[in-house]
């Protein structure tokens, strides 16, 4: 069955590691829908998160190939409960007061911020996960939205459960 | 110390002996280097795919690790071929490649690639070098990942500064890989259910890989012990002799009627160092439709269950699990299974006809009879390839060097050298095809040069032989641009001009003499032999195919 999955992978931090993995992915004929990157508190380490849709077997090889890399530090998929957020900015045109009220009612309710304003647009920035996204985005579109920039879902465990990296010198 | 001398003997101090190469511009300061280190014997190949083919088949007939050496740009892509073909099949090898200074990485300059960049889905892992003080702990990991976990090609691309500059490093004793840590003890509890599931079996069989090669005393003992039947792939022939009555030949696309058989109606397969690959599995959804368990041996856990479901994963080094499985297994009861077996060996005894006619089967049998199935054997990509893995008695393991994953026509020579280079004292036999042979013939300088004692067994049929054959099953008989036979060289005299004796063969009658002047020969040799054209391998399942869709001969037409 296909299914939505999100998956945390710890890296070492050298150049080309982002690449290494993207092309596996490619050659691989495995669909990335988001991705997002960034360093962690353990130097050297960074996180990657990726949405991939796929059955039990496609997503058993994604995990196996990303783990075959030699800088991959650590594949988690995150089955349990999950905190799930994705950031995104939108700039919509507005035209006139009314049009203001209704976006900033649309804002209030999503949560979002207004972080830019001009004279004929409105800049939001909200989070949330990518199904709430995808949802103020719908409401916005009955507006002039001008552009629209999201990072990719980050995930992490809910609870006490962490990601743990062994730490072991060997000796060969 | 330079970098140049450190990246020789951080090679030296991994045991590295032979080094196979070809200089330039880019890689100049290792070449003087070595200049001055003569405990590393380099090997001048005429084209940088050679040195890698060398590399592979060396590393492959020894069991240590293969070394090649390249220029930037150009020398560094002549290399791609050969690492995508170690990287599939799993060889391990480390290319060392010249780059443009780091100053210049990135601005086009004269002979720059990006060959980190090309190679990454052809190697296990790569670097690029930035600080020569990493230099000593590259090369050791790039040994310890090429060898270690399912082998594999690891290249260094080292920018020329870099070999320039001042070492004031050191060099390290112990290797920190967190992300790498390949499992080679099997789990105790898989390998206790693994053998449970052998006692249950009625049907069972083995299959072998190339996995399995450095695996061979343990599963020759499990296979004593059991009595079961044994089917190798390409890459797992001479694990288990051929002669062995337990040994039922090659699975798939060109295996043997009895072993596809009885792969079609095991219950049970323990596949041990394979991965079971489309020319081996056919159409997946109808492969071994009576196959209850699969028992799959892998030091990769990706290759496990990555095209067939298995029961009992084993995640484990081949050897390690096969020790466990032969201290632990019992006689098998297996009378009724091999009285169907031997049914299909009898009725199915592999097909050529002996009508007269020079065919390249009987050659590659008289040779397997002269040499008593001893020799290490290389082979092209083609008809003769498959002939030779069906008619070439393998006795030993590393004895049977042949492109598999890849099927890189022109694999044969260059790896013949290395294979020469790695077992010195030892018969290398090289079947080659007319076609493949052209692709890397520049290597006969190579023989020359180091008096290699390899017997070139050239199978000239004048054809691109096996698109040929597809053509006349597939294409009804539309032999586009296949034909070579109006345009090959005078093959005797070519050898001749690099100063190796050779001789032709055309007639049947000839065939036991030239097999005897060939081997006779102390140094190399070129024997040509002009076999028949209209020749198909058989049995053969198409691609996509099942046991059920074999053509065990060829058609009418085909056969006048
Ligand atoms: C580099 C490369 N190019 C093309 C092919 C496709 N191919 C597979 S077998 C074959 C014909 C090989 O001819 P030859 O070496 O004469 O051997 P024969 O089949 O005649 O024995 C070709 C073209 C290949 N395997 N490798």
Do not use: C
């Not at chain 1, 009314?98 to 989070?127: G, N, P, Q, S, Y």
């Not at chain 2, 058989?261 to 049970?268: K, M, N, V, Y």
């Not at chain 2, 020799?375 to 030779?388: D, I, L």
């Amino acid at each position: 069955m296909r299914q939505r999955h999100v998956i945390s992978v710890l890296v070492e931090d050298h150049p080309r590691v982002l690449t290494r993995i993207t092309s596996m992915f490619a050659r691989r004929g495995f669909n990335i829908d988001s991705l997002a990157v960034g360093r962690t508190h353990i130097p050297g380490v960074s996180r990657i998160s990726f949405v991939v849709e796929g059955d039990d077997r496609t997503i058993e090889q994604v995990e196996k190939q990303l783990n075959r890399l030699i800088e991959v530090l650590k594949v988690v998929d995150h089955e349990g409960p999950r905190l799930e957020r994705e950031l995104a900015l939108v700039k919509v045109r507005v035209e006139g007061i009314e049009e203001r009220i209704e976006l900033k009612e649309i804002a209030e309710a999503f949560r979002a911020h207004i972080v830019d304003v001009a004279r004929h647009a409105l800049t939001f920035e909200v989070t949330g996960h990518p199904a709430k996204i995808d949802r103020f985005l719908e409401e916005l579109s009955n507006y002039g939205v001008l552009e629209t920039m999201r990072t990719g879902a980050v995930a992490m465990d809910r609870g006490e459960r962490v990601i743990k990296l062994r730490a072991r010198r060997e000796a060969v | 110390m330079t970098g140049a001398e450190v990246l020789l003997e951080a090679l030296v101090r991994e045991g590295v002996e032979v080094i196979f190469g070809h200089p330039g511009g880019a890689i100049m300061p290792v070449y003087d280097a070595l200049y001055h280190r003569r405990e590393l014997r380099h090997i001048l190949t005429r084209h940088e795919q050679g040195a890698g083919h060398a590399a592979t088949a060396y590393a492959r007939a020894s069991g240590r690790v293969g070394v090649a050496l390249a220029t930037s740009g150009p020398g560094a892509l002549n290399l791609t071929t050969a690492l995508a073909d170690a990287m599939m099949d799993a060889t391990p090898l480390v290319a060392i490649t010249g780059q443009v200074p780091t100053t210049a990485v990135g601005t086009d300059a004269f002979q720059e690639a990006d060959v980190t960049g090309v190679t990454m889905p052809i190697t296990k892992h790569n670097y690029l070098v930035s600080d020569v003080n990493d230099l000593p702990r590259i090369v050791k990991e790039a040994f310890h990942i090429a060898r270690t976990g399912r082998p594999g090609p690891v290249l260094i691309d080292l920018p020329k500064d870099v070999q320039n500059d001042t070492f004031t490093g050191s060099f390290p004793e112990t290797i920190d890989l967190p992300g790498y840590r390949p499992t080679y003890k099997g789990h105790p509890r898989q390998i206790e259910r693994a053998l449970a599931a052998l006692r249950a079996a009625e049907r069972p069989i083995l299959m072998v890989g190339g996995g399995a090669q450095h695996a061979a005393q343990p599963i020759r003992r499990f296979v004593e012990r059991t009595g079961i039947p044994v089917i190798a792939t390409l890459q797992g022939l001479g694990v288990v002799a051929a002669d062995d009555p337990r040994f039922l030949g090659m699975p798939g696309m060109h295996g043997t009627v009895a072993a596809n058989r009885a792969i079609h109606e095991a219950d049970l397969i323990l596949g041990i160092g394979l991965r079971f690959d489309d020319r081996v599995t056919g159409d997946v959804a109808r492969f071994a439709p009576n196959l209850k368990t699969l028992i799959h041996v892998n030091i990769e856990p990706a290759d496990i269950g990555k095209v067939i479901e298995a029961q009992i994963p084993v995640v484990g080094d081949a050897a390690w699990v096969a020790e466990r499985l032969a201290e632990g297994a019992e006689p098998l009861a297996l009378d009724a299974w091999w009285r169907r077996i031997r049914a299909w060996q009898e009725e199915n005894p592999l097909p050529f006809p002996e009508d007269g006619e020079l065919r390249s089967q009987a050659v590659i049998k008289a040779f397997g009879e002269a040499t008593g199935g001893e020799a290490v054997v290389v082979t092209g990509v083609g008809q003769h390839q498959m002939f030779a893995a069906q008619f070439y008695p393998v006795k030993r393991p590393r004895s049977f060097l042949t492109s598999g994953g890849l099927g890189t026509m022109g694999f044969g020579l260059p790896a013949a050298i290395g294979a020469q280079v790695a077992r010195p004292g030892e018969t290398v036999l090289l079947f080659d095809g007319d076609g493949s042979f052209q692709m890397t013939l520049q290597e006969l300088a190579t023989v020359a040069k180091y008096r290699l004692p390899i017997k070139i067994v050239l199978l000239n049929n004048g054809f691109l032989g096996m698109v040929r054959q597809w053509q006349d099953l597939f294409y009804e008989d539309r032999y586009s641009e296949v034909f070579l036979a109006d345009s090959n060289p005078d093959f005797v005299k070519l050898a001749e001009a690099y100063g190796i004796p050779a001789f032709r063969v055309e007639r049947r009658e000839e065939l036991e003499d030239a097999v005897q002047r060939a081997l006779a020969e102390e140094g190399p040799v070129l024997a040509e032999f002009r076999v028949k054209a209209e020749e198909g391998v058989f049995p053969m399942i198409p691609a996509g195919g099942s046991t059920e869709d074999m053509i065990t001969e060829p058609p009418e037409e085909a056969r006048s």
